[in-house]
């Protein structure tokens, strides 16, 4: 470790929410109408960032930059995200956080969310499909089914239940990219197909339909699991992450003989925790009903935080808190459901912040960052250096000592500096990228950020925000905006400072030619 720091290799528990803004934490947002104890509790015994994002502002990107260290639209995926049938998105070899802390020594773990694609074995022909979905047995369904049995490929998510062999195992997925041990959901939470899969096999028949369900509890109509209830599996997969912790920790704990240590043989863990939640389709839990004020979504988001508090207290009473470092961030800014919530409740799930989930603005990739690592970390602490959540893997590679290979971690860079309480290299990198839904980029060097695009918004922003909020209209082929002045964004200064535009412009495409944006 090169920031001071001489400890043995920590734990490491990476929790992922989805979809979960930088306004619905009390301890980023005073006028919250959600209760977040846990997690304030956690920003009281480590860091909080306040200016941390996402690489994007969607699901699928975020985690490929989290795990890869990489922007996602380097990748094939230019917009959008990957459907639950969709082929994998991490590049062959490529290095992961996993395989570099596995390499390390790590035993490594993924529960919840995967999204990042893998291959699903294909169905014979005529060998039947899911009852009701009109490709049973003998239903004659050969005409969309791939004739070789095999994997490989994209697979059309409306014949999905037709194509696919839930029976055997899938290829190319976690364990693929350094995972030792995968339990979860191929995709959101509502995108089919719903079934759990424990490394490569889904761990229950898949043999029922369920249709469609209503907003805000949303799900596509697909194929289920006998057993799978969507209000049942964020509690579910907490079980397993909590399992897991406390596994390792006993087995930390033997090694040690009765201690803790790396010293005495006890193997480090990497947990990275995606959770499927709050994004839709928006289930609480009923014990959860009513304890904020900002409906449903507020309810779930409650459910969120007391998830992270079942996880630290694993983490504590399994001897194991002084040498793990845990993170808790979000994906992406909030659905697009934060403004009705706005105007019934009161609450921004956003914050201070224009735009939302898709968007380019701040409001879509600017998250919530708590660190803890006792002994490292100052408890109570605050950062307002710009990090990016493909930072991860190169703050693993530094706190393990592992040096990052030219063709990886191209947009990483260690924020190990910074949990000590020391500034980051900016001779390392001058600037980070987002990513909006559509493909459009944005890069922020300084207090001054860039969009690429006459506007940020991809979400139709309400005109009664615009009012309320003071947002001028503009006709500029690109938004410029300085935060230290204008930290809600409402006056582009595109026109004003046109040296500033091609300043940034230069530096964006140089950023995308050079294929990085991290100098080593």
């Known amino acids: 470790m090169d920031a001071g720091i001489n400890r043995p290799k920590p734990n490491i528990v990476y929790i992922l929410a989805d979809d979960m803004g930088y306004g619905d934490l009390s301890c980023y947002n005073k006028n919250s109408m959600i209760p977040t ?17 996402a690489p994007a502002s969607l699901c699928t990107p975020t985690r490929y930059g989290v795990l890869t260290g990489r922007y996602c639209w380097r990748s094939s995926l230019k917009n959008g995200v990957l459907w639950g049938y969709s082929p994998p998105l991490i590049e062959e070899g490529r290095m992961t956080v996993a395989s570099l802390l596995r390499s390390a020594g790590y035993h490594t773990a993924a529960v919840g969310k995967w999204h990042l694609g893998w291959d699903w074995a294909r169905r014979l022909p005529g060998s039947g499909g899911v009852a009701g979905a009109g490709g049973g047995a003998g ?4 005409k969309v089914m791939d004739p070789i049995a095999d994997t490989g490929g994209d697979i059309d998510p409306r014949a999905g239940h037709e194509a696919v062999d839930f029976t055997r195992p899938i290829r190319n997925g976690p364990l693929a990219v350094g995972f030792d041990w995968f339990y979860g959901i191929p995709a959101s939470l509502d995108m089919p197909p719903y079934c759990y899969v424990e490394n490569d096999m889904v761990t229950a028949p898949v043999e029922e339909m369920v249709e469609e369900s209503p907003w805000e509890a949303f799900w596509r ?24 912790i406390r ?18 043989g006890a193997q480090p863990f990497f947990l990275y ?8 389709p928006v289930v609480p839990a009923p014990e959860y009903k009513n304890c904020s004020c900002a409906g449903d979504y507020g309810d779930f988001c409650v459910q969120v935080d007391d998830v992270v508090g079942q996880v630290l207290q694993a983490i504590e009473e399994g001897g194991i808190e002084q040498n793990t470092l845990v993170i808790f961030t979000s994906d992406n800014g909030p659905e697009r459901t934060a403004y009705q919530r706005a105007q019934q409740y009161g609450h921004y799930s956003m914050g201070e912040w224009r735009g939302l989930k898709r968007d380019t603005w701040e409001g879509g990739h600017r998250v919530p960052f708590l660190a803890k690592w006792p002994g490292v970390i100052a408890p109570g602490s605050t950062s307002n250096q710009v990090i990016c959540l493909t930072d991860l893997l190169a703050t693993a590679a530094e706190i393990v000592g592992v040096k990052i290979p030219d063709n990886a971690g191209e947009d990483s860079l260690s924020i190990l500096p910074a949990f000590a309480g020391k500034p980051l290299e900016a001779t390392q990198r001058a600037a980070v990228i987002y990513q909006g839904a559509s493909g459009t980029l944005a890069i922020r060097r300084g207090d001054w950020v860039y969009i690429d695009a006459p506007s940020g918004d991809e979400n139709k922003e309400p005109e009664w925000l615009k009012e309320k909020r003071g947002y001028l209209p503009h006709n500029q ?3 410029l905006y300085r935060l230290s002045s204008d930290p809600t964004q409402a006056r582009n200064l595109y026109k004003e400072q046109h040296g500033v535009v091609v300043s940034m412009k230069t ?8 294929g990085r944006s991290v100098i080593r």
């Open 37 to 53: 104890r846990y997690l304030d509790k956690l920003a009281a015994q480590g860091m909080r960032f306040t200016d941390a994002h």
């Open 139 to 142: 239903s004659g369904a050969e």
């Open 221 to 244: 109509e697909g194929p289920i699991a006998r057993s799978f209830r969507h209000v049942d599996v964020l509690p579910h997969l907490t079980e397993k992450a909590v399992a897991y």
């Open 247 to 264: 596994e390792r920790a006993r087995e930390q704990t033997a090694a040690a003989g009765g201690g803790a240590g790396e010293a005495a």
């Open 273 to 280: 925790f995606a959770l499927p939640a709050p994004h839709t």
């Open 477 to 479: 082929p690109g938004e």
């Open 507 to 514: 530096l964006l495409n140089r950023y995308i030619n050079e």
